[in-house]
């Protein structure tokens, strides 16, 4: 019955502040690390000071954590309220980036690689929660990537794959409208490509077989919110606009517009 944000004080410590369901009240529920503040000067002489907000993940009763701002990243834990901070990954060689942490069931999923030349070198690991080891899932994956039940869904180049967890099996899905200008997104429900350049969003099973599409080519930007509800924004009118995803499969499928 709570919502957890991350933030920090005044002497640079992220904290996770516990906040009731309701947002009537907020208190600092406990500390994960001290930040390192960057400190920049513009051509005037003014300065301004940030920091990089960590990845952060709530799973069966810790905080697991990616601090984004070192140049070797590690992924780290700590007990819900606890102090003791444990490293349950840490890659090697220098200047290697951990990134895309998910959890599902016993497994924390995350991404890490570095780059090679122009290149980077990365892919989808998982961390085992109850023997506490590390594995390789899949190599050469740059792009996004979903856990979805026993299935895990990951852009390839120009494909969408299906890789099951439970027996290794790997498969292409034949679905070609994943370039570098669409959002992907999967489910139970399906696999969703949004193209920021046409506003079209499809929908698609797990087979990679079509089931429907909405089109406005207005909206620019999709979110993909909780309870079978989407989020656009169409940047020609500067206003947010929504739909429920059972609207996809019929002839009434359209973004809706507020005040």
Known sequence: ???????????????????TADGSSWEK??????????????????????????????HQGYVYYIDNSESTQKLRRIPMGGKETEVV???????TMVYRMKTYGDFVFFQAGKYVGDAIDAG????????????????????????????????????ICKYQLNTG????????????????FANSEGLYFFNENSGELEVFDDAGNLKGSIQDSGVGSCYFGADGFFVGENYNESKMCFFEEKTLYGDNGKWLYGQ
């Open 1 to 19: 019955d709570s919502v957890f944000l991350v933030g920090h004080d005044e002497e640079s410590f992220v904290n996770l502040y516990k906040v």
């Open 29 to 58: 529920y406990m500390t994960l690390f001290k930040a390192e503040m960057t400190v920049t000067t513009d051509d005037s002489g003014g300065t301004s000071v940030f920091w990089s907000y960590p990845s952060v993940s709530i």
């Open 89 to 95: 990954f840490e890659p090697d060689g220098e200047k």
């Open 124 to 159: 989808i690991f998982a961390y085992n929660t109850k023997s506490e080891e590390v594995f390789l899932v899949k190599k050469d994956v740059l792009r996004e990537y979903y856990v979805v039940e026993d299935s895990l869904y990951y852009q390839m180049n120009e494909t």
């Open 169 to 184: 099996e790997n498969m292409k899905l034949p679905i070609s409208n994943t370039g570098i200008e669409s959002t992907f």
